[in-house]
């Protein structure tokens, strides 16, 4: 929407000002709520000027004045009302629309963010952003701003018809401007300062409460239910704690203002009395001065009160604006072939999540079109990262990953991820129907048809049939209604509607039972033919036909051959094949 410094380096006003810059795009409305309120704030002052006329109507006993009183106070009450309608309908308009605006662009830059920003993060952390933290620019960019607004055209009219009343007395009233602003700076700097504190301590909360609810089964088995309700306690009193911090500041900081103001008005009164400055005056214009000089600390308690709410909004916004500007996951390609043949080649690949501690080092494999590699070793050889680098969720920090004779970075990203299809360990489903999470994102068009077809190919179609409403049944939240045989069958379908020329498979069966395995395979015999495959597996049954098995170990390459080659080698596969598959080995009929 704007350009500006990173989020993280703006000033609580450079913040404030980026957050008013898009009420550009509605600047219609803007200016008709701003001249409602105009109209409004205008009414207040009329309100002032109605009383002299009623009370030297009065003293002077002129009947024809007195019989307007009614018709006078109607109009003012209307137009106060119109008035107020206008400014609160129009700029509440505009600021839920700021807020839309950006909760969109916000979930918009999750979608981009690289795979770091997630990993790095938790869930509980980034959703306190969109939820919480929006709120919190909600309150500024609707309720202070329709009260600065509103109450801030009341004051200058208020203040402008006292100027026109006795400019000199008037002047008195300014004599407390340079302490009331000190306070409320300073008051200012406090709010934004536990502002941030509240909105980290909301993310703590968020993040408890998340993962919580994902892992309930661990803690009831595990007996955390005492452990997850002290975790929760702890966050939710440092949230009261700077929550209360902040009460106690505004419950300071809004009576010493209102408290210079009082002190201002007492001394307008006391010389507005001295009888130098009553000559002359009217009783009526008398007591509308001091009726429009009290008139004032309405507005100007309410514009103190909403210090709290924009210093809120500004570090909640900041917040927000660092998120925006982070950078997004790099996509400067522009090849777009329509089907890759899928020869993938690592040349000399280092790669490192923290610096220092490599995760793979010097991977050099030459993958061909059609051929399946299996990729075996201990948990934490590098395996899923190496796949990972493929699919660019990570950059390699050395050497370069190519496909089909190009750098995979010259490839769009949205062509290159739609050539590979995943089927993880990991099974994420949505809380939606069968059908839609077979026929999930970019494949929503595909017809009953091609989704029972795949479904057949992954032995899910069965067991869809026999559910209440078969592929119109909901799986609930990360598809809790359903075994994780069932969620790995439906995760397997979606890759094969994706009919993608390069397959990972990682764990793909490690969730099914031998009998469901038997058959998945031999699916996955029939998919992976004319497809490049990665096959990360534990299970014998899964790697003994690969075309090429590459055992690594640290990060490195440490040998590759045939399941045949590699056991008469009797080096590191051969150890790993005595103690890692024995069990598969002897529950698995048939198996060599």
Same mark, same amino acid.
Not at 107 to 114: A, I, Q, S, Y
């Given at each position: 929407?704007?350009?500006?410094? @990173?989020?993280?380096?703006?000033?609580?006003?450079?913040?404030?000002?980026?957050?008013?810059?898009?009420?550009?795009?509605?600047?219609?409305?803007?200016?008709?709520?701003?001249?409602?309120?105009?109209?409004?704030?205008?009414?207040?002052?009329?309100?002032?000027?109605?009383?002299?006329?009623?009370?030297?109507?009065?003293?002077?006993?002129?009947?024809?004045?007195?019989?307007?009183?009614?018709?006078? +106070?109607?109009?003012? +009450?209307?137009?106060?009302?119109?008035?107020?309608?206008?400014?609160?309908?129009?700029?509440?308009?505009?600021?839920?629309?700021?807020?839309?605006?950006?909760?969109?662009?916000?979930?918009?830059?999750?979608?981009?963010?690289?795979?770091?920003?997630?990993?790095?993060?938790?869930?509980?952390? !980034?959703?306190?952003?969109?939820?919480?933290?929006?709120?919190?620019?909600?309150?500024?960019?609707?309720?202070?701003?329709?009260?600065?607004?509103?109450?801030?055209?009341?004051?200058?009219?208020?203040?402008?018809?006292?100027?026109?009343?006795?400019?000199?007395?008037?002047?008195?009233?300014?004599?407390?401007?340079?302490?009331?602003?000190?306070?409320?700076?300073?008051?200012?700097?406090?709010?934004?300062?536990?502002?941030?504190?509240?909105?980290?301590?909301?993310?703590?909360?968020?993040?408890?409460?998340?993962?919580?609810?994902?892992?309930?089964?661990?803690?009831?088995?595990?007996?955390?239910?005492?452990?997850?309700?002290?975790?929760?306690?702890?966050?939710?009193?440092?949230?009261?704690?700077?929550?209360?911090?902040?009460?106690?500041?505004?419950?300071?900081? *809004?009576?010493?203002?209102?408290?210079?103001?009082?002190?201002?008005?007492?001394?307008?009164?006391?010389?507005?009395?001295?009888?130098?400055?009553?000559?002359?005056?009217?009783?009526?214009?008398?007591?509308?001065?001091?009726?429009?000089?009290?008139?004032?600390?309405?507005?100007?308690?309410?514009?103190?009160?909403?210090?709290?709410?924009?210093?809120?909004?500004?570090?909640?916004?900041?917040?927000?604006?660092?998120?925006?500007?982070?950078?997004?996951?790099?996509? #400067?390609?522009?090849?777009?072939?329509?089907?890759?043949?899928?020869?993938?080649?690592?040349?000399?690949?280092?790669?490192?999540?923290?610096?220092?501690?490599?995760?793979?080092?010097? !991977?050099?494999?030459? +993958?061909?079109?059609?051929?399946?590699?299996?990729?075996?070793?201990?948990?934490?050889?590098?395996?899923?990262?190496?796949?990972?680098?493929?699919?660019?969720?990570?950059?390699?920090?050395?050497?370069?990953?190519?496909?089909?004779?190009?750098?995979? =970075?010259?490839?769009?990203?949205? +062509?290159?991820?739609?050539?590979? @299809?995943?089927?993880?360990?990991?099974?994420?489903?949505?809380?939606?129907?069968?059908?839609?999470?077979?026929?999930?994102?970019?494949?929503?068009?595909?017809?009953?048809?091609?989704?029972?077809?795949?479904?057949?190919?992954?032995? @899910?179609?069965?067991?869809?049939?026999?559910?209440?409403?078969?592929?119109? *049944?909901?799986?609930?939240?990360?598809?809790?209604?359903?075994?994780?045989?069932?969620?790995?069958?439906?995760?397997?379908?979606?890759?094969?509607?994706?009919?993608?020329?390069?397959?990972?498979?990682?764990?793909? *069966?490690?969730?099914?039972?031998?009998?469901?395995?038997?058959?998945?395979?031999?699916?996955?015999?029939?998919?992976?033919?004319?497809?490049?495959?990665?096959?990360?597996?534990?299970?014998?049954?899964?790697? =003994?036909?690969?075309?090429?098995?590459?055992?690594?170990?640290?990060?490195?390459?440490?040998?590759?051959?045939?399941?045949?080659?590699?056991?008469?080698?009797?080096?590191?596969?051969?150890?790993?094949?005595?103690?890692?598959?024995?069990?598969? =080995? @002897?529950? #698995?009929?048939?198996?060599?």
């Amino acid at each position: 929407m704007s350009t500006s410094p @990173a989020g993280g380096s703006l000033t609580g006003a450079q913040a404030y000002r980026r957050l008013l810059r898009y009420t550009r795009k509605f600047w219609v409305f803007f200016l008709i709520g701003t001249l409602g309120f105009l109209f409004n704030g205008l009414t207040e002052a009329a309100s002032a000027k109605l009383i002299q006329y009623i009370i030297d109507a009065i003293q002077h006993r002129n009947q024809e004045h007195m019989n307007w009183f009614p018709v006078l +106070v109607i109009a003012v +009450v209307a137009m106060r009302g119109i008035g107020s309608f206008i400014g609160n309908y129009f700029l509440s308009l505009v600021s839920r629309s700021i807020v839309y605006e950006m909760r969109r662009e916000l979930f918009d830059k999750l979608l981009v963010l690289p795979a770091a920003y997630y990993h790095l993060n938790s869930p509980g952390h !980034i959703a306190a952003k969109i939820i919480f933290n929006v709120e919190q620019v909600a309150a500024a960019a609707t309720d202070a701003l329709k009260t600065m607004v509103r109450e801030g055209f009341i004051v200058i009219t208020l203040l402008s018809y006292l100027f026109y009343m006795n400019w000199r007395l008037s002047l008195s009233l300014f004599v407390i401007a340079p302490m009331a602003a000190l306070l409320v700076r300073a008051a200012g700097k406090r709010f934004r300062k536990l502002s941030s504190r509240i909105q980290n301590a909301m993310g703590d909360v968020n993040h408890v409460v998340n993962e919580t609810i994902l892992a309930f089964q661990v803690v009831k088995n595990y007996g955390g239910e005492k452990f997850e309700r002290e975790r929760f306690d702890k966050a939710s009193r440092e949230n009261l704690r700077q929550g209360m911090k902040m009460v106690v500041t505004a419950a300071i900081s *809004t009576p010493m203002v209102q408290l210079l103001l009082a002190v201002a008005m007492g001394g307008v009164i006391w010389i507005a009395l001295q009888p130098a400055l009553m000559q002359g005056i009217t009783a009526g214009e008398f007591v509308s001065y001091i009726v429009a000089a009290g008139m004032l600390q309405k507005p100007v308690r309410a514009l103190t009160d909403i210090n709290e709410k924009i210093q809120r909004g500004i570090a909640a916004s900041t917040d927000v604006f660092q998120l925006l500007d982070m950078p997004p996951e790099s996509d #400067t390609g522009t090849l777009a072939p329509a089907r890759l043949q899928g020869d993938i080649e690592f040349r000399h690949v280092g790669f490192a999540y923290q610096e220092g501690n490599p995760v793979l080092r010097d !991977i050099s494999l030459h +993958v061909r079109p059609g051929q399946t590699v299996a990729l075996v070793g201990r948990s934490g050889s590098g395996k899923t990262s190496l796949v990972n680098l493929l699919q660019r969720y990570y950059e390699p920090g050395e050497g370069e990953i190519r496909i089909d004779g190009h750098a995979v =970075e010259e490839y769009r990203l949205d +062509v290159l991820r739609r050539q590979i @299809a995943t089927v993880s360990q990991k099974v994420v489903l949505f809380d939606d129907s069968i059908f839609n999470n077979i026929a999930y994102g970019a494949f929503r068009d595909r017809t009953r048809e091609d989704v029972e077809r795949v479904a057949r190919a992954a032995y @899910a179609h069965d067991f869809i049939m026999q559910l209440p409403l078969g592929y119109d *049944t909901r799986v609930g939240q990360d598809g809790v209604q359903l075994s994780g045989g069932q969620r790995q069958r439906l995760a397997i379908a979606r890759a094969l509607i994706k009919d993608a020329p390069i397959l990972v498979l990682d764990e793909a *069966t490690s969730a099914l039972d031998n009998e469901s395995e038997f058959h998945i395979q031999s699916a996955l015999e029939e998919v992976m033919k004319g497809r490049t495959t990665l096959v990360i597996a534990h299970r014998l049954s899964t790697i =003994e036909k690969a075309d090429l098995i590459v055992v690594m170990d640290q990060g490195c390459i440490v040998e590759t051959g045939t399941h045949a080659e590699l056991l008469a080698r009797g080096g590191s596969y051969a150890q790993l094949h005595s103690r890692n598959f024995a069990d598969d =080995e @002897a529950a #698995t009929p048939g198996a060599v």
